[in-house]
């Protein structure tokens, strides 16, 4: 019986790629950092989806309600993915985002205190987040807080929020602020006194100022 022949591959026409898939991207930051240096673009939205309420929560108890807030969300990612390859603990991915966002809230009061240009806005104006805004329309107490801390200077203001507003820990207030925690302990203390004093203006506070409690 003949042998037959194996087929020729025709000439002339490329050889077949292997197709490449990507796999999930792990829970882990370690992986995410990782999947985020390697160019996936899938990690850029995973960055994003991870962290966006984290991010958008710093800069809103900084901040206040404030129309910014969007914009500044955007230019945290950006300065993130842009500079992700300088990160050098992955798993501190999480504290290098509010290092950013914390950056960009103080330098957004700056900007303001500079200009001696200070908005407040309505909750209409504010960035639809459920996890970020509350659920019913700011309090008096809220906007009077806010009020008071425009008048803080930007490190002591930074401070208090991350402190007495978002309810971090010492540690992490410093961390993010980029300080020791000597120097962080000393703005609080600055802060709150300025707060107390300021907010005997606003009869809404009246209540937390009887109680002499550290923060609103």
Same mark, same amino acid.
């Given at each position: 019986?003949?042998?037959?022949?194996?087929?020729?591959?025709?000439?002339?026409?490329?050889?077949?790629?292997?197709?490449?898939?990507?796999?999930?991207?792990?829970?882990?930051?370690?992986? /995410?950092?990782?999947? !985020?240096?390697?160019?996936?673009?899938?990690?850029?939205?995973?960055?994003?989806?991870?962290? %966006?309420?984290?991010?958008?929560?710093?800069?809103?108890?900084?901040?206040?309600?404030?129309?910014?807030?969007?914009?500044?969300?955007?230019?945290?990612?950006?300065? &993130?993915?842009?500079?992700?390859?300088? !990160?050098?603990?992955?798993?501190?991915?999480?504290?290098?985002?509010?290092?950013?966002?914390?950056?960009? %809230?103080?330098?957004?009061?700056?900007?303001?205190?500079?200009?001696?240009?200070?908005?407040?806005?309505?909750?209409?104006?504010?960035?639809?987040?459920?996890?970020?805004?509350?659920?019913?329309?700011?309090?008096?107490?809220?906007?009077?807080?806010?009020?008071?801390?425009?008048? /803080?200077?930007?490190?002591?203001?930074?401070?208090?929020? /991350?402190?007495?507003?978002?309810?971090?820990?010492?540690?992490?207030?410093?961390?993010?602020?980029?300080?020791?925690?000597?120097?962080?302990?000393?703005?609080?203390?600055? %802060?709150?006194?300025?707060? &107390?004093?300021?907010?005997?203006?606003?009869?809404? /506070?009246?209540?937390?100022?009887?109680?002499?409690?550290?923060?609103?």
């Amino acid at each position: 019986m003949p042998s037959r022949s194996k087929p020729r591959p025709l000439q002339g026409l490329p050889s077949p790629r292997p197709q490449v898939v990507e796999l999930p991207i792990p829970d882990s930051d370690a992986a /995410l950092v990782a999947a !985020l240096c390697a160019g996936r673009h899938d990690a850029r939205r995973a960055l994003f989806v991870r962290y %966006a309420d984290d991010v958008q929560r710093v800069l809103y108890r900084v901040l206040g309600p404030d129309g910014e807030i969007a914009d500044l969300m955007q230019d945290v990612f950006v300065v &993130a993915l842009s500079s992700i390859g300088q !990160l050098r603990d992955p798993s501190a991915l999480r504290s290098w985002l509010t290092g950013i966002a914390v950056h960009k %809230a103080r330098k957004c009061i700056l900007r303001r205190q500079r200009w001696r240009f200070i908005q407040l806005f309505s909750p209409s104006d504010l960035p639809e987040r459920e996890a970020v805004l509350p659920s019913a329309e700011i309090s008096e107490a809220l906007r009077c807080t806010y009020a008071v801390l425009d008048q /803080l200077p930007a490190d002591e203001r930074v401070a208090f929020a /991350l402190r007495y507003i978002d309810g971090a820990e010492l540690t992490a207030v410093a961390a993010a602020c980029g300080v020791s925690l000597a120097t962080i302990k000393r703005r609080l203390t600055r %802060a709150q006194r300025s707060f &107390a004093l300021l907010a005997q203006k606003h009869e809404v /506070l009246d209540e937390w100022l009887q109680r002499g409690d550290s923060a609103p």
